[in-house]
């Protein structure tokens, strides 16, 4: 068994990438997220483990420290972020991993993990995702703009990335996402052993 892959997703808000991502897990069973952890407090319903990987302030503090932790922020103070155990231990299992994270954390993801494959849902135009954000009708003018301006700081760093997956179409956007994923795991230096295998047998 291969060991699996680390994938990181990153995109602008509006972009859909939880839908993209959603619809990927319904038709790749090789794939899977990684639970964070986070130093807020466990809300009604939520499960240890499941939801998130729930610690004190302190002892996430603490994993920073011992470098336990691959990437974090801290949002409304609150930590939140990817533990390198949860992640090694389902890569162990020939799993691959998915990120959803900010350009930040990505470009810190792939200085720990060179071998790790970058992939950046693009909206089809600016147009298109101002229309995407206007249409939630949950959103100021004001924020709208912010998520606008967010979202070309965050397109002037996606030429950083290995992959483009534009999603204009859902059922296409989610097929190139898969196609990506299937063709890493491909790869020549993927599969050294299963030659070896084949010319011994």
Do not use: W
Request: net charge negative; proline share 2%.
């Amino acid at each position: 068994m291969n060991k699996g892959m680390l994938i990181v997703v990153s995109a602008p808000s509006g972009c859909g990438k939880d839908t993209v991502l959603a619809e990927l897990f319904k038709i790749n069973e090789g794939v899977a997220y990684s639970v964070s952890a986070t130093s807020r407090a466990m809300r009604e319903g939520e499960i240890d483990g499941v939801s998130y990987h729930f610690c004190t302030k302190e002892q996430f503090e603490k994993m920073i420290e011992n470098n336990e932790v691959i990437e974090y922020t801290n949002y409304c103070g609150n930590y939140y972020g990817t533990l390198k155990a949860t992640v090694n231990d389902l890569m162990e299992k020939g799993k691959d991993v998915i990120l959803k994270i900010e350009v930040e954390g990505a470009m810190n993801v792939k200085k720990m993990y060179p071998d790790s494959v970058l992939i950046f849902i693009l909206p089809p135009s600016m147009k298109e995702l101002e229309r995407r954000l206007r249409k939630r009708g949950t959103e100021t003018e004001e924020v709208i703009a912010q998520r606008l301006s967010q979202a070309r700081n965050e397109l002037s760093c996606a030429s950083k990335y290995d992959y483009f997956v534009v999603n204009g179409e859902l059922s296409k956007a989610v097929e190139d996402l898969n196609t990506i994923i299937l063709a890493q795991r491909m790869k020549r230096e993927r599969n050294i052993q299963l030659l070896d295998e084949i010319i011994e047998s």
